[in-house]
């Protein structure tokens, strides 16, 4: 009955039922150490932790464990199948491995063919702490550019994405970011990042860019614009946050004052995914 994306965990003293819904959207994973069996969202922690992957659970799966072992049965609700695309964009940890596909690898891909669909004359290409780091580096790497460090983060100064109002979301990232002067003075400059939602974080990296001295700032978007709220999980905005839902790229470039504004195309998504 219950309708949506999901993965959880219903836990009694005598079993462990691990559920994932029948679209698929949210990954969880059946591990193995010894005698002892474990359920995760994602596949980085049975690293840290030493324990054999087994496998994903498969979309629509109930699978339970108790002290006669493993019963597997599937759900009746046939659904197409719809992995969130941003677990390989944003969510997941890049050490985690989905579908056989580790994340990094695929942000990784995702800025190779982001450079292949939308190059730039530059001198130097920059990433953005620290999802950018993938995609940053396939686009260096397809672009035959430096990929250098100009972002410090303060790792003293925790996320403040969500805030009331926009004056408090920019003293934040200007709190949490500075720039390395050396690296972008006087250079053609693109910045690449793993996203773009409300549009508000990417006004202020042309900002600091810029005031740290770089010539032109091109900036470069590793995934889709998004046009459309997701009522899955994803992000809870209504779609008039949404920047890309009623403003065109060239509309978003002149107001976050870049020299130039490219997004990663669907296709070119799902080829790196």
Known sequence: RLKGGYSLLVMTPRKIIGVRDPFGMKPLILGKKRNSLYFSSETCIFNELDVEVIREV???EIVTINQDGI??????TSEKKALCSYEYIYHSRPDSVIQGVEVFEAREAMGRILAKEAPAD?????????SGLASASG??????????DAFIKNKFHCNKFVQPT???VRRGVTMKLAVIKSRVCGKRVVVVDDSMVKGTTGRILVDLLRDAG???VHVRVAAP???YPCHFGGFDLDQASLISSHVTTEHIKDMIGADSLAFLSVEGLLEAC
């Open 58 to 60: 498969l979309p629509g």
């Open 71 to 76: 019963k597997s049965s599937m759900s009746q």
């Open 122 to 130: 530059a001198d130097v290409i920059v990433w953005v702490p620290n």
């Open 139 to 148: 686009y260096a790497k397809a672009m035959g550019l430096p990929l250098e």
């Open 166 to 168: 926009e004056d408090m």
């Open 214 to 216: 770089a010539k032109e």
């Open 225 to 227: 614009e998004v046009k």
